[in-house]
């Protein structure tokens, strides 16, 4: 007699990777036992979403139609909601839609809806699923055939668990204390620990929508917005907070622009194809990112020609497409542009009208993203350093009312931005609270000083996990050198940081243990895959990483009762 040998998998983490890894796990046919680690008590909503850690006034930068749905769509599931539950969120019946931007708050609960859906739909086909809240893998160790847990619960006790496949789902990394010293934030994140800023000199490092939440964080406690007469957004400061001035500042000194309105799905492109990106990726090993690079430039000519001629297009390199994107921008007033900016996209989206440009570069940035664990260690650095900041620019862009926000708190004398350029320095040793930025020669003093460049790219000593670490089987991600063609080449690798994987997201390495370890941790991956950020890329990580498993249930090994 024989039976089918039910395969065990952990997913840690419940946000929206772990729970588009469950999507695809309960869609299997063969039963699995999955256990959901979650450090947080309420599993399903996310970190980036979750009440604790954001403020009901901090926006997401995704609409509902760009939002991958698990079991149905946003709109779907707020249409069904009642009129009293839509008001607790803040969302009006009426101004449901497909392109509208919701606060992150709403995405967490849509998200906890969903996977309490995956878990009546996973047990309903056969799956064994155990949620445990409030529990958190502090150690990984991995054996020849198994991989075993340590995990705590929140007085501390701690266990051990064993599986067949171990899924790290932890999104963003956090710092533990976000107050490092009176005053210094080195994360806008939780948000509530920022409503304990006084109405005070703020500085804010950073222009993205997360510099932005974190702004408005602080200015709802010192204030609100309302409409005037005239319908236009402004800010009304409380008594007592005439002291709160916020400055906000980057290098380059630009606020994000306005989301722009493009059609959905994407249109094809016509020249940068991911047939033509493979294709260099195979046959142009020594001067990849430079033949990308005229792929971009000449799908960017087609779709726009005009934009290309504005910018000088055909004379610029991959060192000088930079300033020519932020070139007219950087030389304005970042309010005015800013005004001009949200008119345009606002007359856009109710015209249905796509600058073509924009759409290129959003469209080309995930079928170039396919060349970037391919460039070499030297054409790396130079895609960071002069060629990911526009792409980024360009698909990060925030919700018209981030930058009605940003306007108002201007209107009212609130908020100042300015650029750093590359000569800056921000001191936190030498003050009692906060910081002081050095610009050039002037100093700028700031009782409270917050750090919101972001998630910044983790690496193998990052990983959080000792036992781990310990086993080897964690390096650093790595690239070839700058030409593999040359006389006496020896293939040498040079490791560029980041954690090397596989393509289902496997570590890499060649010690006689199980390799049915995924790492969906967005943070460990940003390195050679510099786009993975949001939901978008949360779908796809776990669609990936839930089709190896099931690739591995399917072979069902039979065992012999």
Avoid at 161 to 171: I, L, W
Avoid at 457 to 470: G, H, I, K
């Amino acid at each position: 007699m024989f039976f089918v040998m039910i395969t065990s998998v952990a997913i840690i983490g419940s946000g929206p990777t772990g729970i588009y890894t469950l999507k695809g796990l309960v869609a299997g046919q063969r039963p699995i036992r999955i256990t959901i680690f979650e450090r947080e008590s309420e599993p399903g909503k996310g970190t980036p979403y979750h009440p604790d850690m954001n403020d009901r006034a901090m926006l997401s930068n995704i609409a509902s139609i760009e939002l991958p749905p698990v079991c149905e769509t946003l709109v779907d599931w707020l249409g069904r909601q009642s009129d009293a539950t839509l008001a607790e969120l803040g969302v009006r019946r009426d101004a449901i839609d497909v392109r509208e931007f919701y606060p992150r708050v709403v995405l967490g609960d849509y998200f906890k809806a969903q996977f309490d859906q995956l878990l009546v739909a996973g047990a309903a086909r056969g799956h064994d699923i155990v949620v445990e809240g409030g529990r958190d893998v502090v150690d990984i160790e991995l054996h020849e055939s198994e991989i075993r847990l340590l995990v705590e619960d929140q007085d501390g006790a701690q266990e051990n668990f064993v599986f067949d496949h171990v899924v790290m789902a932890t999104g963003h990394d956090w710092p533990e204390t976000t107050e490092i010293k009176p005053g210094y934030f080195v994360s806008p994140w939780p948000a509530p620990i920022l409503k304990t800023i006084p109405a005070c000199k703020v500085g804010i490092l950073g222009t993205s929508l997360s510099a932005i939440d974190a702004l408005v964080t602080i200015a709802t406690r010192h204030g609100g917005f309302l409409l005037d007469e005239a319908g236009v957004l402004q800010y009304a400061p409380s008594p007592g907070s005439d002291a709160l001035t916020v400055t906000m500042m980057s290098r380059k000194g630009v606020l994000p622009e306005a989301d722009f309105y493009c059609e959905f799905p994407y249109r094809p492109l016509d020249i940068c194809t991911p047939e033509a990106v493979d294709h260099l990726v195979e046959t142009r090993r020594h001067d990849l990112l430079d033949a990308v690079f005229d792929l971009f430039k000449r799908e960017l000519a087609a779709c726009d020609p005009a934009y290309a001629a504005a910018i000088g297009l055909s004379l610029q390199t991959v060192e000088t497409i930079g300033a020519a994107y932020f070139g007219a921008r950087e030389s304005s007033d970042p309010f005015v542009w800013a005004a001009m900016n949200l008119a345009e996209a606002e007359a856009n989206k109710a015209n249905r009208h796509v600058v073509e440009w924009r759409y290129a570069i959003l469209r080309m940035h995930e079928v170039i993203a396919r060349a970037i664990p391919h460039l070499h260690d030297q054409d790396l650095d130079r895609f960071h350093k002069y060629f990911k900041t526009l792409f980024v620019d360009d698909y990060a862009t925030v919700p018209h009312d981030s930058i009605r926000r940003l306007l108002a708190l201007r209107r009212a004398g609130k908020l100042t931005v300015i650029a750093l350029g590359d000569e800056s320095e921000i001191d936190n040793a030498s003050v009692a609270r906060g910081a002081v930025v050095a610009v050039g020669e002037e100093r700028l003093a700031f009782d409270a000083f917050i750090d919101a460049t972001g998630q910044h790219p983790l690496s193998a000593r990052d990983m959080p996990f000792p036992t781990l670490r310990q086993q080897g089987v964690i390096r650093k991600a790595s690239s070839r050198v700058a030409d593999l063609l040359s006389e006496g080449d020896d293939g040498a690798i040079r490791r560029t940081g980041g954690v090397d994987l596989d393509g289902a997201f496997r570590p890499i390495f060649e010690r006689p243990l199980t390799n049915r370890l995924y790492c969906g941790s967005i943070a460990f991956l940003l390195h050679k895959l510099p786009f993975v950020q949001g939901i978008t890329s949360a779908r796809d990580i776990g669609q990936v990483i839930s089709a190896a498993i099931i690739e591995e249930v399917d072979k069902g090994e039979l065992v012999a009762a």
